[in-house]
């Protein structure tokens, strides 16, 4: 990329210049070394800020590197980094909306709503590109400015061949996050463009730009740009990996990327590194690391994929590695990196550092830590999920003895974040031996994804925290409580139905929601404190309940009338632990009038990454076959619950967007059933979804919240497009093969 103000161009030095530096990394193939070579890197350039716009496309390439390698182990506090950052843009690009180097922040904005499943992180960038397509520039790339002959760009197109790095990327995750396919009709038409006018197709490599197509070096050579080139190459990986697998254009843009690689493996100095000029390396003799980051990611990337042969490329990516690693000092520093420019230069050495070369360092470390644990792993089983209709985060059951592995030392390995996922084994049937694998992870639209299973005992274990957790507490009035790393919830058992002073006198099966702002537990914490009514930094206690359904509480409705069950009666732990937490409860017998009495039993789970727990109950009916009934959503102005509601009963859910108050922000609650849905009204305010209930029989519905404190949802409209997809989830499950 390049500055728009004028600059002077140091001559290119004439002399070779070794590749040194004062102090390097160790170039170790394995995974622990790999990783703490990254570390140290991503930790240089995070205390030694280089400009004051995080949002530019110089961090914007250093983001789309970090968040890769946090992703790599979310243990890692780099996610968290790239999370604080994009909420302190409220996840905004940069500001030149055209302009393809205001896309590529987007990158990691959007690799954090895809991880988190975090709408508002992606609710900007889809804005900015909505505009876009509303108001598309056609003009040319580029046009001559008069007797000069010298091409002036066109910077609301890719003109560059830079851009094809910064903005392809985003524009195809945005369209595998919502599965809106113009906007990746619109990425591949401009690639196409850009393609078409900068493309050599002899030499199989991309000028910089018009200006470049008859510029000859000084030794006599077409001008091909390294760090050029380089955006170009890392970028495709980014675009495919985003690309469906039943996409027409699919085999083109990977045709497209093994042609270029087959031209620039050819062109790798003996030091292992490339040079800022392709094809005449003596104009200037120096190794160049961004270039050399950025094509040692796409190599690797294409060996992990299956796209290059790992004979032929591997020998070079290592080559390349070590090259990096020797280029990075002490303290962390990347050194040996052109400054930012347009063609290739000099002037540049051991002490010259950029964000966009730590960015392509920290993609190639993700993807040669994620070979050296495939590599180790050879005869792995292989969990494939196929492509869904529409981005969810869900859970992956596999049948564990069909995996035929030990439990000790067991990992579960995501091939496309290269992350060693936490896991847990689960008892379907209740008689004590695992029956199901089972892991989460987010997926978006079109696109299969695979995972490696095995035992390892060398590699670093994921975080197995219980995020997903539940228990009975005695010492808050008999209160079940279960939560994951997204919501937390509550039920009333028998303690709190005593009176005053040994309860509280309240008699409800309703649901009680608690709003978290952290992904760690907080039950135990907030118990043991005794104060959650305020925020006090991870969320608090602000809904009320009463004897309404709450956020999700069961109801017969007979007579236009609402009848439910009082509090719970016993209680049972089944699970809790890193994806699932499960529990039992029973409730007494209660009158809906006419004879008719109803008994639940009720078993409620929650997932990893889920907004929403799923409520599976059984009903002994006495004095009729079936009842009308369902769940309940209080939206009582008096409880403060009279929000902005979407109600879909035709499709079997509703969504409530809270008014705000004076202490917290809004509260976001729903509820769905498995489909269509009468919608009744109570006398305190629950709005139900009602269906048939029959005696004997299973009924499922599922209750969900988050709130605005949390900042992943904003607005109703982008709280109903959960709601919906959601259930949508639900309804048509993902599908698992074990190979």
Known sequence: ?????????????????????????????????????????????????????????SYGAFYAGLVAFGLSDPALPYLDVVRERG???????????????????AQAWLEIARADDNPAALAPYRSTCDFILGARVRSPLAHRAGASGRFVLNWDRWSWCDALFMAPPSWA???????????????????????ARLFDR???????????????????EKTFWGRGMGWVLAGLPLVMRELPDSLRTRPWFEGLFKEMCEKVKTLQRSDGAWGPSLLDQKNPDLPEMSGTAFFCYAFMWGVNNGLLD???????????????????????RFGWVQPIGERPESGFGANSTETYAAGGFLLAASEIRKYTVLAAHRDAKRVRVAPVARYRVDTVEVDWKALGLAEKDLVVFDMRDGASLPHQLWDDDGDGAPDKLIFSSPFVAGVTREFRVFNDSSLKRP???????????????????????????????PGVSQPPPKGEGLVSSGIDVWSKKVRYPIIDKWLKLGHYHKDSGEGMD????????????????????AFSAGNWKTQRCIATGPVRTAFEVTYAPFDCGDGVKVEERLVVSIDRGRRFSKMEATFKISG???????????????????????????????????????????????????????????????????????NGERFVWWTGQSWTGRGEVRGARQWAECVAREQDAVLHPISVELH
């Open 1 to 57: 990329m390049k500055s728009r103000t004028p600059r002077f161009f140091l001559p290119a030095l004439a002399a070779v210049v070794s590749l040194c530096a004062v102090a390097q990394l160790p170039d170790a193939w394995d995974s622990a070394t790999v990783a703490s070579n990254g570390c140290k890197v991503a930790d240089w350039m995070i205390a030694h800020p280089m400009r004051a716009n995080h949002r530019d496309w």
């Open 87 to 105: 909420a302190e843009y409220s996840w905004k690009p940069d500001d030149r909306m055209y302009d393809a180097n205001s896309h590529c922040i």
């Open 173 to 195: 995750k945005l369209a595998a996050m919502t599965g809106d396919d113009r906007y990746r009709d619109f990425m591949i038409s401009e690639y196409r463009a850009t393609h």
């Open 202 to 220: 002899d030499e199989h490599l991309f000028y910089r730009d018009a200006n470049f197509v008859d510029k000859k070096t000084p030794g006599g």
């Open 310 to 332: 790992e004979d032929d490329y591997l020998p070079r990516v290592k080559r390349a590695w070590a090259a990096m690693c020797r280029c990075v000092d002490e303290e962390g």
């Open 463 to 493: 975080d197995m925290t219980a995020v997903c957790f539940g228990r009975h507490a005695p010492d808050r009035l008999d209160d079940y409580l279960w939560e994951n790393d997204k919501a937390a919830w509550r039920i009333y058992g």
């Open 542 to 561: 602000a809904y009320k309940v009463g004897t309404a359904c709450g956020a999700g509480g069961f109801a017969v409705w007979r007579g236009g009338k």
């Open 624 to 694: 009729a076959n079936e009842v009308d009934g369902g769940p309940g959503l209080n939206v009582s102005a008096q409880k403060e619950h009279n929000g902005e509601l979407t109600a879909r009963p035709d499709k079997g859910w509703l969504a409530n967007f809270e008014p705000a108050m004076k202490d917290r922000t809004s509260i976001l609650t729903a509820i769905f059933t498995e489909g269509e849905s009468a919608m009744q009204t109570s006398e305190n305010g629950d709005m139900l979804l009602v269906r048939k209930v029959k």
